[in-house]
């Protein structure tokens, strides 16, 4: 079974101090992770997939198999970062079909 | 470009009462996937269709079905509502073929059971 782990439900951080955002996955597979971000009044969208290993608004996420974890992290936050963010994994369910899991969310408040 | 489209936005039946929802892709989508976000549980996957079959199935009682038509539009049907389907439903759409993981969504309809 797939499952993704976030474990705060809220994170408020000032302006300017580092940003980390955590993400456990559960997957016996080879799995493949996702980061989506909703903005207030915004649709859910997609932030970052690790296959890319790239940085999007200042953010990067990498993943680590031992600890079968995908942190997202920016170094400065900022506060248009503030919204709901969502790691989600993409994997095979028993089935055989191809599922994307996303975790509960964590919501960011970046504070002036 | 339109992006996913839903309707009703806001839907109110009773208990024992049949809800249907709709979604129509972005152009040149062939899936549709429908996820229930209910209040304190995240996401949860429903189903998925492409080219018209259902793909893949999430662990949802079976008063829980959709369909998807010929120009790829989708419908969600939950019969015998009960009050714990409240929720927002979310419809997102991708491409075919090799899943890229990035699926675009809609605005969501709020289904409310009373």
């Known amino acids: 079974a797939q499952r993704v782990t976030q474990p705060e439900k809220l994170l408020s951080v000032f302006k300017g101090a580092p940003v980390e955002l955590k993400c456990n996955y559960s997957?016996?597979?080879?799995?493949?992770l996702f980061w989506y971000v909703q903005y207030s009044r915004q649709r859910l969208q997609l932030l970052l997939r690790?296959?890319s290993r790239e940085s999007i608004k200042g953010f990067t996420a990498d993943l680590n198999k031992g600890e079968t974890s995908f942190h997202l992290k920016k170094p400065f936050a900022q506060e248009e970062d503030s919204a709901m963010y969502y790691c989600?994994?993409?994997?095979?369910?028993?089935?055989?079909?191809?599922?994307?899991?996303f975790g509960k969310g964590t919501k960011l408040s970046v504070i002036p | 470009e339109a992006g996913v489209t839903q309707s009703p936005t806001h839907l109110i039946k009773t208990r024992g009462q049949q809800a249907t929802l709709r979604c129509s892709p972005i152009?040149?989508?062939?899936?549709v996937y429908w996820y229930q976000q209910a209040l304190g549980l995240g996401l949860q996957f429903l189903l998925w269709?492409?080219?018209?079959?259902?793909?893949n199935r999430g662990n949802f009682p079976p008063r829980f079905s959709g369909r998807q038509f010929p120009n790829y539009s989708s419908e969600l049907n939950v019969n015998a509502l009960e009050l714990e389907d409240s929720a927002l439903y979310l419809c997102?759409?991708?491409?075919?073929?090799?899943?890229?993981?990035?699926?675009?969504f809609g605005e969501g309809s709020r289904l409310t059971v009373l």
């Open positions: 690790h296959i």
């Open positions: 152009s040149g989508h062939t899936s």
């Open positions: 989600a994994l993409g994997g095979y369910s028993g089935a055989g079909s191809y599922q994307l899991t």
């Open positions: 997102a759409s991708s491409l075919g073929g090799r899943f890229t993981g990035e699926l675009f």
């Open positions: 269709y492409d080219e018209g079959e259902e793909r």
């Open positions: 997957y016996s597979g080879s799995p493949e």
